[in-house]
């Protein structure tokens, strides 16, 4: 049996196409993976900018008041530090006055569970 006319074409029509949908489908698939990536990058920066913020105002109010600040609040309030809550979790400890404080940044979707 021997393919004449329009099945032909149409076969290959079809190989044409399907073809240009496949390089289409894996040039879609590079470029989503390149978005999500740089997304975690972003994200990665600003919870390093996010720390290095935190740290630079809790050596400062210690420098400027002699002690360290008490809680997250009073460094936002009074060292212009800017927390991001939808997206971040910041993690506070102080031993004392003069003892400078434990603090971490968590991205909220890993900060669940309160350590």
């Not at 978005?35 to 420098?63: F, H, K, P, W």
């Not at 809550?85 to 968590?106: A, C, H, Q, T």
Request: charged letters at 25%; glycine letters at 8%.
């Amino acid at each position: 049996m021997s393919r004449t006319g329009p099945v032909r074409s149409a076969l290959e029509a079809l190989r044409t196409h399907g073809l240009a949908v496949g390089l289409f489908v894996v040039i879609a698939v590079i470029l989503l993976r390149g978005i999500g990536s740089t997304d975690d990058a972003s994200r990665t920066e600003q919870l390093e900018m996010l720390r290095n913020s935190l740290r630079r105002a809790i050596v400062s109010c210690y420098a400027v008041e002699g002690s360290y600040p008490e809680s997250v609040d009073y460094i936002v309030e009074n060292y212009g530090v800017v927390i991001d809550e939808s997206k971040f979790r910041v993690y506070y400890d102080i031993f004392g006055s003069n003892i400078m404080p434990s603090f971490d940044v968590l991205p909220v979707g890993d900060s669940e569970v309160e350590p």
